[in-house]
Nanobody, 130 residues
Framework: QVQLVESGGGLVHPGGSLRLSCLVSGFTLKDGYIGWFRQAPGKEREGVACIGLSDGSRYIQPSMEGRFDISRHISTVGDQHMVYLSILKARPEDSADYYC???????????????????WGQGTRVTVSG
């Protein structure tokens, strides 16, 4: 059973940085991608970044380039892995609930709208203010 648990959200000042974590368990490494998405109140969900768990290939949505980064840590024991989303230069408009999600075939994440993604975590809230 695939499980995703996000953490690391909170308050960050404009221009500051924050790292979000996604604990992924039960997900097959081969061909699989993990994506980070966000949704602000009253707005549509939008993609932020994707990473291939097996090869670490990264894709940052063009509108997010330069301000977000994605990385992963693959556990050598068991099937729990970590995927990180770094917010590098936070802006007030980055305030949102951030979610990680699975893309078993590696074909949906880069679309950026979440359609076709499979499992989702419960989200972690980021507030940029100050």
């Amino acid at each position: 059973q695939v499980q995703l648990v996000e953490s690391g959200g909170g308050l960050v000042h404009p221009g500051g940085s924050l790292r979000l974590s996604c604990l992924v368990s039960g997900f097959t490494l081969k061909d699989g991608y993990i994506g980070w998405f966000r949704q602000a109140p009253g707005k549509e969900r939008e993609g932020v970044a994707c990473i291939g768990l097996s090869d670490g290939s990264r894709y940052i949505q063009p509108s997010m380039e330069g301000r977000f980064d994605i990385s992963r840590h693959i556990s050598t024991v068991g099937d729990q892995h970590m995927v990180y989303l770094s917010i590098l230069k936070a802006r007030p408009e980055d305030s949102a609930d951030y979610y990680c999600s699975t893309d078993p075939l590696g074909v949906s994440c880069i679309r950026g709208n979440g359609i076709g993604m499979n499992d989702w975590g419960q989200g972690t809230r980021v507030t940029v203010s100050g």
